[in-house]
């Protein structure tokens, strides 16, 4: 299974940025999909995920300027990310999991056996 995060870069604070995630190997809408993210000296900490029966969950932080969705004519999924924030600098992972997520589960990386390499996103002016 590869995932594969693409979309990342420079955008200047309040602009908005799509990352995609393309999965090869497995049929991802059969999968929960998860985006985690890490700046620099600090931990991967969660984004947002698409469970399999198509719940969202989002960190408070992101809620309401992120939205999570599925892809499934490429056969992945995306994360708009909208009034971004300086804050908002990482390094940007896609994540799939065949597990029945809830909330809580969702944001655990210890739940998402599938990781593709990561996107950096930048935002500055």
């Known amino acids: 299974v590869q995932l594969q995060a693409s979309g990342g870069g420079l955008v200047q604070p309040g602009g908005s940025q799509r990352l995609s995630c393309v999965v090869s190997?497995?049929?991802?809408?059969?999968?929960?999909m998860g985006w985690f993210r890490q700046a620099p000296g600090k931990e991967r900490e969660f984004v947002a995920a698409?469970?399999?029966?198509?719940?969202?969950y989002y960190a408070d932080i992101v809620e309401g300027r992120f939205t999570v969705g599925r892809d499934n004519a490429k056969n992945g999924g995306y994360l708009q990310m909208n009034s971004l924030r300086p804050e908002d600098t990482a390094v940007y992972y896609c994540?799939?999991?065949?597990?029945?997520?809830?909330?809580?589960?969702?944001?655990?990386?210890?739940?998402?056996?599938?990781y593709g390499q990561g996107t950096l996103v930048t935002v500055s002016s």
């Open positions: 698409i469970t399999r029966n198509d719940l969202t």
């Open positions: 994540a799939m999991s065949a597990s029945t997520l809830n909330r809580s589960t969702a944001q655990l990386r210890r739940y998402y056996p599938y």
């Open positions: 190997g497995r049929t991802s809408s059969n999968y929960a």
